[in-house]
């Protein structure tokens, strides 16, 4: 039991552990796996979601999505896989202008090879053909990530959910 409850203290610090059981020696290395942090997916999200998506550089944008992604946004259909986001991406570089957009994550949570990471958005997206922005578009809501660990190691977007706050009341 002693054996066991180093075995285990060991794990939890992420230690390496030199155990003895029965006059028997094993040298057990734990190692600990990569933490998908908060700072880490916010960094990803600026410089491989935002920025390539504000450039209309869609497949670049791409890059950042598992292949079997799905899409989760305001008032239109989910969009499964790159297919589905591509057409998304190729829509607004081809319709509008990115004028403003930022992610602020709040939150993040890692269960294994999965993490999820929560928090808000405000953009301005503006319509090439009248100048005048996107209807039905409130520009600020609240986004939810789940992050899928590759066998490389990187982290890729499995799911983008964003819902849009209410529209200020125009009375």
């Given at each position: 039991m002693r054996t066991i409850s180093i075995l285990a203290a060991a794990a939890l610090s992420g230690c390496a552990v030199h155990?003895?059981?029965?006059?028997?020696?094993?040298?057990?290395?734990?190692?600990?796996?990569?933490?998908?942090?908060?700072?880490?997916?916010?960094?990803?999200?600026?410089?491989?979601?935002?920025?390539?998506?504000?450039?209309?550089?869609?497949?670049?944008?791409?890059?950042?999505?598992?292949?079997?992604?799905?899409?989760?946004?305001?008032?239109?259909?989910?969009?499964?896989?790159?297919?589905?986001?591509?057409?998304?991406?190729?829509?607004?570089?081809?319709?509008?202008?990115?004028?403003?957009?930022?992610?602020?994550?709040?939150?993040?949570r890692q269960e294994g090879d999965l993490a999820y990471s929560w928090g808000t958005y405000r953009s301005s997206l503006i319509m090439r053909s009248s100048g005048l922005p996107m209807p039905g578009h409130s520009g600020e809501g609240k986004v939810f990530f789940v992050w899928k660990k590759q066998a490389d190691d990187s982290w890729k977007i499995a799911a983008d959910m964003g819902n849009d706050l209410p529209a200020p009341n125009s009375n």
């Open positions: 155990a003895q059981t029965d006059n028997v020696q094993h040298n057990i290395a734990v190692t600990q796996s990569e933490e998908w942090t908060l700072a880490k997916a916010q960094h990803a999200i600026d410089t491989n979601y935002i920025a390539p998506f504000k450039a209309g550089k869609v497949e670049q944008w791409l890059e950042i999505f598992d292949k079997d992604a799905i899409g989760l946004h305001n008032r239109m259909p989910a969009m499964e896989g790159k297919e589905g986001l591509r057409g998304f991406g190729r829509f607004v570089a081809q319709n509008l202008d990115v004028t403003a957009m930022s992610v602020k994550l709040t939150g993040i």
